[in-house]
């Protein structure tokens, strides 16, 4: 059974860091392309970043550039999002979303996603 389960979350201060992490399991993600998007009361879901895992190229969304880097490790099937930086706005249930990818580019964060995992929480407060 294909499954993502995303981990990492919790309560952070403004400033403060997360790494998250999205793990695959009853497949391999190195023919998959995996996004991290993220959803905060009342908003619609948004793209934070994405991966090609064949490729290792990536995207980010403008609100996060500089303060997000997104990372594949094939030997434990696993994509990291590591934050920095974090700012209440922040705020949101992060979730991971693969699809099938061969390209060396990532894939936007506006395409179709095939898996999800459940999300973890992500609250940035003083």
């Known amino acids: 059974q294909l499954q993502v389960v995303e981990s990492g979350g919790g309560l952070v201060q403004p400033g403060g860091s997360l790494r998250l992490s999205c793990a695959a399991s009853?497949?391999?993600?190195?023919?998959?392309?995996i996004g991290w998007f993220r959803q905060a009361p009342g908003k619609e879901r948004e793209g934070v970043s994405s991966i090609s895992s064949r490729g290792g190229r990536t995207k980010y969304a403008d609100s996060v550039k500089g303060r997000i880097t997104i990372s594949s490790d094939r030997a434990k099937n696993t994509v990291s999002l590591q934050m920095n930086s974090l700012q209440p706005e922040d705020t949101g249930v992060y979730y991971c979303g693969v699809r099938p990818w061969v390209l060396p580019d990532a894939p936007d964060l506006s395409d179709e996603y095939d898996y999800w995992g459940q999300g973890t929480q992500v609250t940035v407060s003083s």
């Open positions: 009853g497949f391999s993600l190195e023919y998959y392309g």
